[in-house]
Each structure stands twice: as C-alpha cells, then as structure tokens.
C-alpha cells in the first residue's frame, strides 16, 4: 500500500526490525536480503532484493517476491509496520478497516478490461477470518450499484480450461502453475450458476474443493449448478497430499521447489480424470418406499390418462399411435376446459 510521507530512515528501521538485512544501493533502492530463504542459496548471502526508499514496496529480482511492507508482513507474520492506520494515498484502499485494525490481504475483482470494480479484504479476528468489500472509496457494495464478478475476469477469456476454486488463494496458486483459474467473491456460499455467464460454450470446466467436508459440499454444489451449463465438467482431487494440505494453495506452496514438476503433474490428473456426469435419476430404494400407499390417482381421461402421471401409449408400428392424440375430438375436450386442462390452462 502507498503509504503518503514515508522516510527512507523509517522505511529502513522497520525492515531491520523484523530482520531483512538492508545495505547500500542505487539513490531510489536499499540492496535487501531475501526474506525467502528457502527460495535462495546460502540464504541470499548476496542480495538479490531491494526496497524501496520512498514507499517501501520491497522487490526480489530472483524468486519474483513482491509486496509492500504490510503485505511481506502478513505473509511473514513480522508486526505491521508502525504506518499501518496513518491512512493511505487519496484512492488507495486502506489497509485498515473502520476500527484500525489491519487487513491481512486484498483480492481485486476486474472487469473484462482488468479495471477493478471492486475490492475483497480478509481480516483475522479472534471469531475467525472475515471479508469486508470495498468500493468507489469506501466500505461495502450496498446501493453503488456494482458488477459482481468472478474473481480474474479480464483473464478468463484466454483459457482453454477453467479450474472453479474455493477461494482467491487458490487461484493465485493454480496461477503458479499456468491455470487460469477463477472463484467467486462470496467464497464457498451461494449459487455457482452464474460462473457460466461469464465462460464461452468452449471452456471445460474442472472443479476442485478442499479436501474436507466443507470442500465436498462446495464441490457437489459446484457440479449441480453447472450441469448443462458449461462445455464439460471433470471433478479433481489433489493427488500425492502431504500430511496437512487439504487445498490448491497448500498443494502449491508445498511445491514452490519445483513448479514446472507440479505443474505437469496437475495437467497429468486433469487430462486422466473421466469427464462427470451426474448420477442418473433413477435411484435403488427401499421395498417399503415402494409400497407404501399413493394418493389416488386423478383421472384426465378416465382410466387412460392420469393427471401428474407420465402415461405411456404403445401399440404395434403403424398403429396411428400419434393420431389417436392429436386427433380434434380428442384434443378439444381439455382445450376448453380451462385450468382442468392437462396442458395447465386454456392453450389457445
Ligand atoms: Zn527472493
């Protein structure tokens, strides 16, 4: 977050405190030790990093870790740096909500275009995590009449396939990997139908939900309310999990060391993974289901056609089986019975 009025030496003295090492380096740049080891030999013994002396946006030239201060810090888990609630540049989102405690991320929900519409905040309370939305400047959608969209709209339209995720982590983590993935903005809740507005007829679609009850349920809805709705669905589950993963993002991060291996694993389980088609409408029940007693059957057409019954008509072929139906005498009866009528009103 751009943060107005930032001193070089304040910039330097926080990033000291929570232990990134800083020298000497160009006017505009501290030189900076990696704060992600693991990423780097001898721990980044020679810097690959910088910071900037202005704004404190830090920069690895190396593994690509990118952020400003209050960013590194909700990733690293260092205090957030003491200008957090000194209130951002006019047009920033804040970093802090109505009673100054700090976001730990943002999401930008895009249009088409990659402008974005709007903004998802997650805190960490004592009750659990919480999403706040910002807009136009201030907390909240209500009444600034906004376009909901799924998160990375502006790249949706370039994917071949479409993985559907839990949350905006997720997301970020299948990027790693060369997906073009989405979500919605309302997390795991609500109705997933409207992600096909937003995909061609072309894109198959492949969902993944944590692998816990709650991902199983997210999974089930997803695949009902796309049914029909989307090219072609497959429902994928992380292979090889480690003790303690259970989503994309996990999965992902535990594989940083080798992305390219993860990557071609992944496209490997999408690829072997028969496409899903939902379970067929007949089902096996018990015996009891089937006797117990149904209510009396309501005559259309005395003993021939039953009202809500599907009526089955055979005969021998070139019995006129269609004609006996269509046929005025037969038809016309209904037709002028008002709401009596099998068709559920006058037809005209
Ligand atoms: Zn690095």
Known sequence: MVISG????????????????????????FRARCPNRAEHNHGDANPSAGVAKTTGFFKCQKCGLSGFADQLAARFGWPPPAWNGRGPVAGERPITDRDGRPMVCWHDYTDEGGRTLYSKARMDTPAGKEFFFWAQGSWGLKGKNIRRVPFRLHRLGKAEEVPILEGESDVLGAEEL????????????????????????????????DEDDDGEAYRANALKSLTGRVASLKSIHLPELNPGEKDPRDWVAARRNDLQAAAERSATVIEDTEEWQ???????????????????????????????????????????????????????????????????????
Do not use: H
Not at 9 to 29: F, K, N, P, S
């Open 278 to 348: 939902p379970a067929s409408e007949f089902r096996i029940g018990r015996a009891s289901e089937a006797l117990k007693p149904r209510p009396p059957m309501t005559w259309i057409v005395e003993r021939f056609l039953g009202r809500r019954w599907v009526s089955i008509f055979f005969g021998d072929p070139g019995a006129k089986k269609p004609m006996r139906f269509t046929t005025r005498p037969f038809v016309l009866p209904w037709a002028n019975r008002g709401s009596d009528s099998p068709l559920g009103g006058p037809q005209c």
């Open 178 to 209: 060369g997906f073009i993935a989405t979500t919605t903005d309302n997390g795991a809740e609500g109705d997933l139908s409207v992600l096909a507005r937003f995909l061609t007829t072309m894109q198959p679609v492949v969902v993944l939900g």
């Open 6 to 29: 930032l001193s070089p030496g304040e910039i330097a003295a926080y990033y000291r405190r929570v232990g990134v090492q800083l020298g000497d380096g160009t006017d505009d740049w």
